[in-house]
């Protein structure tokens, strides 16, 4: 193994210690407990070493959300796939989405809440997040009427998932009636699907 070669992989080791540490971090007390001083000294190495791989809290924020699409992309895959039928893949991959927010709600925030640097909706984005929307498009794609936009329509269909998640976690719809609601937004998307 080249010197080259150790240096890089050292490097890519610090860098996921960085961005485990602060999503645990994140998860126990959330993302204003994250600081560069705070993971310095969860990861034991320096400050000016935490600086030499991210410019600071936002662009880890920004490396955890790429992460977190990666794993938000494989269980709207895994959900999904192991459903039949254009309702019952929109239904299974809302409640996917909105699972993945309640178990991961720092990672959550740090993906779709907080602003972070990253090129959102354009080619640019990096991969993690164009699979994690194109997972949502799989499922919305089949649900639009002749002429309509499957990217606006899975635009919207991801703001109403959102939203649900955002009002719901905030106490301004009551958790009891969630998955009625959930029900209530595949059922407006699907209403015109007639499937055997």
């Not at 034991?44 to 662009?59: C, I, R």
């Not at 997040?129 to 009427?145: K, N, S, Y």
């Not at 998640?165 to 609601?181: F, Y």
């Amino acid at each position: 193994m080249s010197m080259q070669t150790r240096r890089e992989r050292e490097r890519a080791e610090r860098e996921r210690l960085i961005v485990t540490a602060a999503r645990e971090l994140a998860e126990a007390e959330g993302w204003d407990a994250v600081t560069t001083r705070r993971l310095a000294a969860e990861i034991e190495y320096s400050q000016p070493v935490l600086y030499s791989h991210f410019t600071g809290k936002d662009a880890i924020m920004a490396a955890v959300a790429v992460e977190g699409c990666a794993e938000l992309a494989a269980e709207l895959r895994t959900a999904r796939t192991a459903a039949s039928g254009t309702r019952a893949r929109l239904a299974a991959v809302g409640a996917a989405y909105t699972a993945f927010a309640r178990r991961r709600p720092a990672l959550y925030d740090a993906m779709f809440t907080y602003a972070v640097d990253l090129p959102w909706a354009t080619p640019e984005a990096p991969a993690p997040l164009r699979e994690a929307f194109g997972e949502l498009l799989a499922a919305v794609a089949p649900t639009a009427a002749e002429g309509e936009d499957p990217g606006l329509l899975t635009e919207t269909y991801w703001a109403g998932l959102h939203g649900l998640v955002t009002l719901t976690r905030g106490g301004r719809l009551p958790e009891r009636a969630r998955d009625d609601r959930l029900a209530v937004l595949t059922g407006h998307f699907t209403a015109g699907i007639r499937e055997a």
